[in-house]
């Protein structure tokens, strides 16, 4: 036997190098024990790619064979005589479109109902109204004249008629925190209970997947379900998280339940695609901003790699504008606009001199993200490697409790985040009131230092939030720490500017200083962008969200400068954004889309030369009937790898079995014939011609494997791996096999960099 | 010698197959022959790849080899030692970035340079202003009270005191065409005189540029000085001509300039990154647009391909951002505002029922765009095979005096362009006034006939245009006639509103005719981006173009429903934009981005096989010595292909060799020793080592081919091409060469498609 199939350590040589990394392949390579495949044909044919694999959760697709079984199934379809030919092509591209449609019309609605409800939640924790329990503050009050003052909305402590001043603190201040860890806590525990994939943002994981990581799990109607209303809890009960990610979540299982309810049934590859798109619709739902969706599926979602099939930016687009005309139509905040945080009052040009401190901002955007990046990874480590992980449902009490403990001392952390970064883009102005003082000309210095207290806590509270077990996204948190600082950082130009007004450097001002020259406004949006920069490290989308969220049309060049700046600043202090940092922290297989240049190094380095991998040697001339079907069973069994090389005499590369398709095909055998196992076998077409008494396994292999060659630069290979989407890549010369490099060896030799790479890497995430 | 070097005839079996274009590739594989290099050494060493080649104008790039010699270089300059290894890595990036820096501030004054000559130059052919020559309109009428009426612009009647109707008329009119073909003509004469690259757009051959074609004459300092002064020219004549593409060219010119100013001299993947990131300071500039410039980058120039660049995008956002500080700096209009055509008077909302008139808009957008694309293309074609073609400047002296003849007599044809397409976007406002009866609500059919009838005269006069020897944008004529046509469906739509108010469909107004329900304005966006999608196929980037353009971001949804629309409606009528159409009659070699799906086909059905190829053939066993470095010289000399594959016994592969390289070699050799011609050589180190006696070239070989089997689908050949930038790929079995497959190959398969593909190639544009 030992001559048949050789073995060797490949295994244990990667546990050497990163013992998490390892199992992971371990893993990823032997689970997918229990896949089954429809087609088994004796024979040769075209159609061979063809078969339909069926991946396991913690797998990884093989792109290649996807597509051509993608291609195969449409040929097909059109290949159909009659009636049927006629129809079925136009049904299957009607159901796909059917599945985008219905899902951005789900998702649309999903978000106005989730805005109806946060929004009633958590003014829910202040009081309510008096002629309904089930009106927010604002629909309470509307239909009132101007100047009228609202008494349909009636705090706690009037609705239960306490007067004294501490009494009425002390109950108002109870309530607030018993609701907030009410609601927290409820969110927890369906999480916990129902789907513990609903927790956190979701994006890693829907990045991860759509760049070919089998995670069904993560997509199904429970985690749908749940992840929906307990974002919903989650985000009123005023813990420091957004909804943002969780609803690109949301809309991806969205279009994998559509998926299946028009029996889609699509291929690994088509799937990705439709993820890709609905994602564009979480954003675009969750801004008001369906052309920022588009750019976020393609900058951050890497969809960059499906370029060039249109399909995939077309939905994308599709669905994109419907989410936004459902969520327009279904009108959450009555107002018939998408835009979020309309910004007014904002004067429509800015000034040179105003770049000084735009540029500070993007520094502290880079610096301030990158900081909170670490923490957060730092405390999700803790939180993994300490008995914190057993406890989570009491950990959301806790930190619930402390949020709003502190929450409540310091009101601008006190509101709703979405509601202070409303005010903080506003510009004052005395028709529309002052919002907690904000707008007090006298009161500089207190407000400068509210808004950085407030944003410095809300550093240390999202660090810890994002990642406890509940529905979290970490786009409207940093946002407001971003809109805070820049906020402060206005009013402290404006302040230098009002002390001296004829300093050279305000001399695009008027030198009258009770003239509206500086829009602190303007600072909280590009404070926002900078501190989005420097946490998500994306580029266009950012600054086309932002715009969309804003209306600040006429601001985007400071805005750029913002984005650009902090992304700089960023990279320097930590390559990669929060999401990536996720990824490489849970080891999903995923190659970050940062730039890799090798230093001279060809693929031979990083290349598993051939005496470390197992392959099938399928020599027939050096020990002919030694090699039986039996013997092959039992190698297939014991080797857990997606796939092995087949080689013949002196490691002639012969092609690639997928270890699945040859366990499948010996099984169902022995059901026929007992017999077979002591038969010889062979994977080498010519060899079965000339023997008709072996078992002809030739229409398993896969010819077609690409094959480099090891003196290439590596960074082309990288390059492959990442523009191809490859599994796998053989390396031969002069037909002999020399070696293999899989993709679990590129996300170890992209990621090895990143902080704590690999450091939650969980074997039940991926079962 | 017949069996040492073995010829087929590919180049036969390649012209009975297409003419022109089997011209082109025995032109794109001759034409490096005046190559020269740099480094030559003996011995192998991991440096081999980065010698630098010198392409020849008309030749492609080899990305991979240039990819490395960047690598190579990058790493030279790292591994100095000393001061100048610490500041060597410094100046080279301060270098990259001074051009980058250089290019941006010039492209922004050049740009509002240029709109400050047009404007001057086009008024002129209106009138004078009184107290100085050099004054445009508004300018010579600035800082009067409102009201007031501006007497020192005169027209040229009052100017010299004509008073009689029919005089003044007969002067008007004849002077403005007189000056009309002036200015075209001067513009027509400097380019073919001085710069007959600095023709046309641009856009077709910096994207043909930026995809591997080498074209340097098409970025030289002379076409530089005449694309931007005849632009000026061109434009101001009235001719149906933008200024949009020609930026583009412009700026890449001057990236080009600076590059060799700051003696950059940058390997030739290197320079295509720097052209891309200057095409899209160019976009910005040209509308005003710095994040539609990074997106037209990235989206029309295919520059997603170097998504995992992330320098190219930085420096697209911070060359874009540049540009357009510039432009807002050197503020030639006035208002330091960005947005060129600023929509005002919009109502901020629009009504369900609104999209009917989008999709009937989005529909003719794109009918009208393929029909313009026809059009254009069978002038071109006219043009070319005709003797119009000898006689460039007549043809523009008459087709401008046909233009301004016919624009003279319809009063939205005799406006500017650009003022025309301002007011069309303008919502009509008592306090503005009419702009030519265009807001006479009693003129409704009067303005629709003109508009309607405007729109189709500038049809015909663009499709004939767009291609003269001028320089000519194709953007401003396309969004002129899509104003047109949408303010006239916006006419149209509220005419009907007036005549029933309270029909179901206008349920959404109020039933009150008087009240502004429906903004013609915003119908003219909308038929104008919709006209932009169907000619040049654009999506995500034209949205964000138009939004930079007209600030109508609240209508963001209409805007992208017409886009996607038109580019559906077009695309079922032709599949590719104008660029693309372009590219393909000039048969630069140019993936088209468009997907590609085989019908089951795989590679081996455009691979040329073994039989077919010119290959060195290194089999010292079978005749040894009687390959003499004589033989092999006269061979490279012979066959002008970029390398050949070299083989020994049995078709075993063993790399692949530029013939430059060779060719060099030789000829240092034979300058040094005169008998080394009869010697033997190899290409194949064991050999040389066996034999010392043997010439070594094996230091000449590039062992690290890419090889496929040739049993891989064509749709992954196809997508390793357009996604690796690949210039050839060898097909091996068992390390035995079956085949080879070129990027020529691969654009005939990509464009044979097209409507006249390589009816306008010409050699001379190669040379």
Known sequence: MAQVLRQLPWLNSLTSRNGDLAAAEAFDLNDSR????ELLEHGRSASKLAERVHYKDGSTIDWQREEAAERERKRAIHDQRGVRGAFAPIWDSTRIWLVIICTGIGIGIAGAWLDVLVRWLGDLREGRCVYGFFYNSVACCSGLDAGEVCQEWQTWS?????????????????IYIALSIALAASASVLVVTYAPYAFHTGIPEIKAIISGYVFDAFLGGWTLLIKAVGLALAVASGLSLGKEGPLVHVSCCMAYLFSKIFRLNPTESQKRKLLAAAASAGVSVAFGSPLGGVLFGLEELDTFAFSNESDVMWRGFVISVIAAVSLQYADPFGTSKLVLFQVSGVSDTWKGFELIPVCILAAMGGVIGSLLIRLNATVAVYRHNTSLREWPILEVVGFTAVTAAVSYLIIFCRVQSSELVANLFQECDSSRGDYHGLCNPTAIWRNIFLLVLSAFIKV???AWTFGMMIPAGIFLPTITIGACLGRAMGLLTQGLYRAYPDAWIFSACPPDPTVQCISPGFYAVVGASAMLGGVTRMTVSLVVIVFELTGALSHVLPIMVAVVGSKWVGD??????????????????????????DQGQTAASIMKSTDRLVVICDDKEADSGEGTVGALKEFVERHGYHGFPVVTKGNALVGFVIRDKVR????LLSTEADDVSHGSWTFVAATARQNPEFLDLSSLLDEAVLQLRKEVPLQLVVDMFKKMNLRHVLFSHAGKLTGLVTKTDMVWLLTAHLPRTGALSEPHHRR
Chains 1, 2 share one sequence.
């Open 34 to 37: 229990s896949s089954s495949f």
């Open 158 to 174: 009037q609705y239960f008629h306490i007067s004294s001043i501490l009494g009425s603190s002390l109950l108002q201040s109870w």
């Open 460 to 462: 240390l509270l999202t």
């Open 572 to 597: 320097a202090l930590g390559k990669e954004g929060i999401y990536s940092v996720w990824i490489a922290m849970r080891s999903y297989p995923w190659l970050p889309p940062s730039e890799f240049r």
């Open 664 to 667: 499948a095909y010996l099984d």
